[in-house]
Each structure stands twice: as structure tokens, then as C-alpha cells.
């Protein structure tokens, strides 16, 4: 499904690295910790994960890194408040861990996005997990 959104803010975590939340009005739309969907502009569509938690299914956050050779998200990377996005998705598989099991997560850069999301949908239904996230990023 197409859902229409609309950007809520543009931040600025490192020199590269944007936090993108978009709000929108569809109580149809909802998603998993961990999925992603695709985010559809003037220039073109492409996949980011969800960042935010699973209980603010009208709030989504997704990450990205700017300043690289794409056209499309040094576009991302100049949003403003209210300029509109359609969202297409949600899309993928990627499990909350078993009360019971241990998880280990490696990401690299922005690929912490949607492990974000799992710890944040678990912090938010106050459940715990054992789980080790190991992520590298050339930048604090």
C-alpha cells in the first residue's frame, strides 16, 4: 500500500548522518520492529529501515548518510518541515528474539537502523531481552 506522509523533522546526528521522521494520518499502516519500507519522492523511490518503535506506527523514523554520490539523498538531506513523501510497505522480515534466546547484532553505519527499532519497540512494551548490539561507525 501507498500511504501519504509528510516530514516532521531533519536531524543531523554526525557530518553525514540525517534522522528522518515522517508523521502521517493512516490508521491503516503499521509495522514490525525491524522492517523497512520504501520512501517514494519527485526523485525516485528507495528502501530505508524503520528506526522508531512498533507502538508509534505514525511516527517513523528512518536514518540515512548524505554527502555521498546520490543525487537522491543529498535531495533527503535538504527536507523541510511538512514537504510530503509517500511511504510504500511496510516490507520484510526481522524478528523480535525469543524471550528465552541470546541475540548478537552487528551493523555497520546506518545498518544499525532497524535493530534500533527492535530495542526501542522492546523498551517501549517494557520487555527485556538479552541482546548484544556491536555496531562500527567511523564517526562518534
Known amino acids: 500500500m501507498i500511504f501519504k506522509a509528510r516530514t516532521k523533522s531533519l536531524n543531523k546526528i554526525n557530518d553525514k548522518?540525517?534522522?528522518?521522521?515522517?508523521?502521517?494520518?493512516?490508521?491503516?499502516?503499521y509495522f514490525n520492529a525491524g522492517q523497512y519500507v520504501w520512501l517514494e519522492t519527485k526523485y525516485g523511490r528507495r528502501a530505508f529501515s524503520i528506526s522508531s518503535s512498533s507502538l508509534t506506527p505514525n511516527e517513523l523514523k528512518i536514518l540515512?548518510?548524505?554527502?555521498?554520490?546520490?543525487?537522491?539523498?543529498?535531495?533527503?538531506?535538504l527536507?523541510?518541515?511538512?514537504?510530503?513523501?509517500?511511504?510504500?510497505?511496510?516490507?520484510g522480515v526481522l524478528r523480535i528474539p525469543a524471550a528465552e534466546s541470546q541475540s548478537v547484532y552487528l551493523s555497520g553505519g546506518v545498518g544499525i537502523?532497524?535493530?534500533?527499532?527492535?530495542?526501542?519497540?522492546?523498551?517501549?512494551?517494557?520487555?527485556?531481552?538479552?541482546?548484544?548490539?556491536?555496531?562500527?561507525?567511523?564517526?562518534?
Do not use: C, W
Request: hydrophobic share 40%; net charge negative; aromatic share 8%.
Open 113 to 140: 537502523t532497524p535493530f534500533l527499532s527492535i530495542i526501542r519497540s522492546l523498551k517501549d512494551n517494557h520487555q527485556s531481552r538479552d541482546i548484544t548490539l556491536v555496531s562500527v561507525n567511523s564517526s562518534e
Open 79 to 91: 527536507l523541510e518541515a511538512g514537504d510530503s513523501v509517500n511511504i510504500i510497505g511496510p516490507r
Open 17 to 29: 548522518i540525517f534522522e528522518l521522521v515522517l508523521v502521517h494520518d493512516n490508521e491503516l499502516f
Open 64 to 77: 540515512f548518510k548524505a554527502g555521498v554520490d546520490s543525487s537522491y539523498m543529498n535531495y533527503l538531506s
